[in-house]
């Protein structure tokens, strides 16, 4: 295959932004470019030095003068509710009765996962998403559509089967043996194969009783490079119903904790009313708490305290995700402009360097593959990502007062969605224009 050019302004972030003045925590080149061959990056940087280093017939696509950057990462989001996002009128536990429950039963039919899981990955990549870390179903059918289309599309994504065997209807519940089976099963089937990751994904601890969460727990024995994923702390009344189930634990971080299912590779979605002993366990074991702020805001479940939870004695290591269906959009941009209001809600402000680490490197860091993915490092995966901060005429006019790469950021966050995507590239294929 020819080697590929991709030429405009790059950006690849090289540690978290301390503030708005951090320039050494990113790489900015103004002519830019990534040389790509079979799907990795050769190399990256200025156009000029760049290009000197391609081989004869490469091919150039060039997006100037739009943005580059590596593809987004959304840490936390349910492939079998894309038609339940939109549900009218209910807080977390009724919304998951009278609208998640019923919808995921359809997905015991592989037929109607395979058709989601096509429109859930086209909808990613519209987006600029290049790796998901997704819950399934509680069927095996709905992992094998996950994983099938995702390795289809030669994606680097994280998923699992969700294990839930109570307080759920029959048809969307399993056994702590069966799920242990299916998981197993689908870990030997799946992980590893192409860029695919495996998650134990224990659903929460309201639809894991003891015996399940104690499988769930064997598995990550068995199998301790795989990634945990499971709810934590979303609201009030999810956690006064664990109190009640789990009377014997410490609180909600407690059972997992006991359980031993806390580590680097466990990604806790939610974290919004943690104690301080709940926050200080997820810091000591690097667990991860993942912030989903749209979602947070549909349900009323709460104001995540982003920047308490990294500059607190015992940092937190924190991810964002769309949360689809119960977060109301897939994109990373809008993501974010909502994160941006709820830490204003809590007194402070995230800076759009910041922002923009978060859902590309920050993301990669929390699920443990910034090795392949979130930067445009070479070595690394092409998964890349072209921004055009003047897709609407809305943007245009901003962008007109518009001096600072800070600013062209936060203008992106703020007011674009799909239509700033110019393209999608995985592992250095044009994915979006192809769809
Ligand atoms: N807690 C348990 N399951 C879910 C889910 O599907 N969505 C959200 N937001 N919280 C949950
Ligand atoms: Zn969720």
Known sequence: MAQKLIRGRLLS????????????????????????????????????????????????????????????????????????????????????????????????????????????????????????????????????????????????????????????????????????????????????????????????????????????????????????QTHLSENHDEIALTAELYPDAPDYTGIYEQYGLLGPRALLGHCIHLSEREADVLSDTGSVAVFCPTSNLFLGSGLFDYLRYRKREKPLRLASATDVGGGTNYSMLRTMDEGYKVIALNGEKLNPLASFWQITRGNAEALSLSERVGTLEPGTDADIVVLNARATPVMALRMERIETLAEELFLLQTLADDRAIVETYVAGEAAKSAL
């Open 13 to 228: 972030f090289k540690a978290e932004p301390r503030s708005i003045d951090d320039h050494d925590a990113y790489l900015f080149e103004e002519d830019g470019a990534v040389l790509v061959e079979d799907g990795v990056i050769l190399a990256s940087g200025s156009f000029a030095e760049v290009a000197a280093g391609a081989e004869a017939g490469h091919v150039v696509a060039d997006h100037r003068p739009h943005l580059i950057l590596p593809g987004f990462i959304d840490a936390h989001a349910h492939f079998p509710q894309m038609q339940v996002i939109a549900s009218y009128g209910a807080e977390l536990l009724d919304w998951l009765n009278n609208y998640t429950f019923p919808e995921e039963t359809r997905f015991s039919d592989i037929q109607h996962g395979r058709h989601i899981a096509r429109l859930f990955f086209d909808e990613l990549l519209r987006n600029g998403t290049t790796t998901v870390a997704a819950y399934c179903s509680v069927h095996k059918e709905s992992a094998e559509a996950f994983f099938g289309e995702a390795l289809a599309r030669n994606m680097c994504v994280v998923g699992g089967k969700v294990m839930m065997d109570r307080n759920a209807p029959a048809a969307l519940t399993d056994t702590p043996q069966s799920s242990y089976d299916d998981t197993k099963a689908l870990i030997g089937e799946w992980h590893g194969r192409g860029r695919l990751n495996y998650a134990v994904t224990p659903r929460f601890a309201i639809t894991s009783s003891p015996e399940q969460l104690e499988m769930a727990a064997a598995l990550m024995r068995e199998f301790p490079d795989l990634h945990m």
